[in-house]
């Protein structure tokens, strides 16, 4: 039996993915893949890494998929995963960066990078959105992810309250601090 994938919802690929249809599970991702993509490179400021998230997203979706709720937007509950994954990544980012000044003293310059960007490095529309990006990735995780889910992926504001668990004024209040603090960042730039 040969289906069109494209014309199902995501509820039955979610189906026939449990079922062991692997080409379901492809389905859901090539619909997907660009938006979470975007969502943890926001949040994480770095595209490789990014890369390497999002595979850990999917992985960890497929391996969830009987969890899913067919009535739930696929999209938001992946972008719940994604999120989560960012914030694993970003406290092993955080033990790393502690573990680092553990270093032997002499051998502090070949283990830590420099994170700083050149001054003359702000030029073209590249730069400005890695600049951007990055200024995201700095804000805190209770800012940067409402930010992230509202403006960039354009979740609605009640589908950004459920992916975070938080109220939607709250989603509101957060939105209003990030978008603050960004032009904080950039005033003093």
Request: charged share 30%.
């Amino acid at each position: 039996m040969s289906f069109d994938w494209t014309t199902l919802s995501e509820a039955e690929l979610a189906t026939l993915s449990i079922a062991g249809r692997q080409a379901a599970f492809a389905e859901i991702m090539r619909r997907h893949r660009q938006s979470i993509f975007r969502t943890v490179r926001a949040c994480c400021g770095d595209t490789d890494e990014a890369l390497d998230l999002v595979q850990e997203t999917f992985v960890a979706a497929h391996q969830a998929l009987p969890r899913y709720d067919g009535d739930r937007s696929m999209r938001a509950w992946l972008s719940t995963i994604a999120i989560n994954k960012c914030r694993d990544w970003g406290r092993k980012r955080t033990v790393r960066r502690f573990l680092s000044f553990a270093i032997p003293l002499g051998m502090e310059s070949e283990a830590v990078a420099d994170d700083r960007r050149a001054i003359d490095d702000v030029a073209g529309d590249r730069q400005e959105l890695d600049r951007v990006t990055r200024a995201i990735s700095r804000l805190p995780p209770n800012l940067k992810e409402p930010l992230v889910l509202r403006t960039i992926e354009g979740l609605s504001q009640a589908e950004t309250a459920t992916v975070l668990s938080i109220s939607e004024k709250a989603v509101e209040t957060r939105l209003y601090r990030a978008r603050a603090k960004l032009l904080e960042q950039f005033s003093r730039a």
